[in-house]
């Protein structure tokens, strides 16, 4: 039910742990069919967008996705997971990216830290059932150079600050995305893919 892209993800494995520990058994999307077959869909991500985007396109992933994504079915991104839904990242010397997403991803200003590692808190800006227990300012644990900047401003349920202020949670629909590492953040974390799943459940028809 739980389908897991397997594109060669430094964090495959810490997702993967943390859906099990909750009691799922998560399959491995490594095709397009098992993309389009999932029930509920997470994209894990480390590294830079570039290696991702060439990843997933060499995979025949990148169309498969975008079309289980139209199809207003359940979605989480994870970090680079979330930053490839954009229109374009300025990483690498720019780089087009999935385009499913308005916007652009920008890297962090040169003055701060990069990059941005640790733990931060997460400002939630909406109410919404991918925060059920969690409390507002939970902190959650980031890595990451580059940040999400949508054209629309509304997507933002969750910021995050570092110098300046992030999106850390982006939601569309059945689109949920997150800057930050669930598999990482403790209890937090494990419940926000709790919560991702059980949205996908009821979700079912």
């Not at 520990?21 to 098992?34: F, I, N, R, S």
């Not at 308005?102 to 200003?109: A, H």
């Not at 939630?124 to 059932?129: L, S």
Request: proline residues 5%; aromatic residues 8%; contains cysteine.
């Amino acid at each position: 039910m739980v389908s897991i892209v397997d594109y060669g993800a430094g964090n495959l494995r810490s997702v993967i742990n943390a859906v099990v520990k909750l009691g799922y058994q998560p399959k491995l999307a490594v095709t397009a069919e098992d993309v389009l077959e999932a029930g509920a869909l997470i994209l894990p991500g480390v590294g830079a967008a570039a290696h991702t985007m060439h990843s997933l396109k060499r995979l025949g992933l990148d169309s498969a996705i975008s079309r289980y994504i139209a199809e207003g079915r359940p979605f989480l991104g994870i970090c680079i997971g979330l930053q490839v839904l954009f229109s374009s990242t300025e990483e690498g010397g720019g780089h087009d990216c999935l385009g499913i997403v308005p916007g652009v991803v920008k890297r962090l200003p040169d003055n701060l830290k990069i990059p941005h590692m640790g733990w931060n808190q997460v400002k939630q800006k909406i109410e919404h059932p991918i925060f059920n227990g969690v409390p507002d300012g939970a902190n959650f644990y980031f890595v990451h150079s580059y940040y999400v900047e949508p054209d629309d401003r509304a997507l933002v349920a969750g910021e995050t600050e570092y110098g300046i202020t992030i999106c850390s949670v982006l939601i569309r629909d059945n689109l949920v995305a997150t800057q930050f590492h669930p598999e990482k953040s403790g209890e937090a974390g494990l419940k926000i893919y709790d919560n991702f799943i059980r949205m996908a459940q009821q979700d079912k028809p």
